[in-house]
């Protein structure tokens, strides 16, 4: 089955505790992509990447980073985790171009104390 | 990317069809028309999208006017597991490659 998928769906921190999210998608998509969703704010883009080897920040990428070593893999690395980093985040993939849906995953949430 | 504009929450009766508008009136000749769904707090679902022409797949039919400045999703048989929060949104061919989620219509299937 297509799909993208996180781990872990859910994860309790604390403040400065380095963590990674996982991204793995089985569609062979060159474009991927991390968001993350908060109340009253919706859905904003923290970094994408056009193909293995390219990324590129997004709207929010104070905090974050990311690595594309392989296609299907793109990692979302919290290396000091602060409180207003507490969301639920989404990675997506898609073939790229406007005319290719972006599919996501399931969601991982977040909670830094 | 064109903005949109969609009404905040709509009720469909379960088994009729549920038609929701979208309002793009700045839209650009080469920008799609995507909807996607969000069920609690699941990832968005693509559900459909259409560049002029009117669309149909397994989930939804896509119409979109012949001026291009509005569209309308149409669930053919509404269920209860429907009822999600759904978004219009343009797409145009950004090289950032994201999507601008608006605030959506949420859609309550009733019984």
């Known amino acids: 089955e297509a799909q993208v998928t996180q781990n872990p769906r859910y994860l309790i921190t604390v403040t400065g505790k380095k963590l990674t999210v996982t991204c793995s998608q089985n569609?062979?998509?060159?474009?991927m992509s991390w968001y993350r969703q908060d109340p009253g704010l919706g859905l904003r883009q923290i970094y994408y990447s056009m193909n293995v080897e390219v990324t590129d920040k997004g709207d929010v990428p104070e905090g974050y980073k990311v690595s594309r070593k392989e296609k299907r893999n793109f990692p979302l690395i919290l290396e000091s985790p602060s409180p207003n980093q507490t969301s639920l985040y989404f990675c997506?993939?898609?073939?790229?171009?406007?005319?290719?849906?972006?599919?996501f995953g399931n969601g991982t949430r977040l909670t830094v104390t | 990317d064109a903005k949109t504009t969609q009404p905040p929450s709509m009720d469909c009766a379960e088994g009729r069809a549920a038609n929701l508008p979208c309002n793009h009136s700045?839209?650009?000749?080469?920008?799609?028309v995507y909807w996607y769904r969000q069920i609690h707090s699941q990832g968005p679902q693509y559900i459909i999208h259409?560049?002029?022409n009117n669309e149909t797949n397994e989930m939804a039919s896509l119409i979109i006017t012949e001026d291009r400045k509005s569209s309308t999703l149409i669930l053919p048989h509404a269920t209860l597991r429907d009822t999600a929060v759904y978004y219009c949104i343009v797409r145009g061919s950004s090289n950032t490659g994201k999507l601008i989620f608006g605030q959506g219509t949420t859609l309550q299937v009733k019984p």
């Open positions: 997506a993939s898609s073939w790229g171009g406007s005319n290719s849906p972006l599919h």
């Open positions: 569609m062979n998509h060159e474009y």
């Open positions: 259409g560049l002029k």
């Open positions: 700045t839209i650009s000749g080469n920008e799609y």
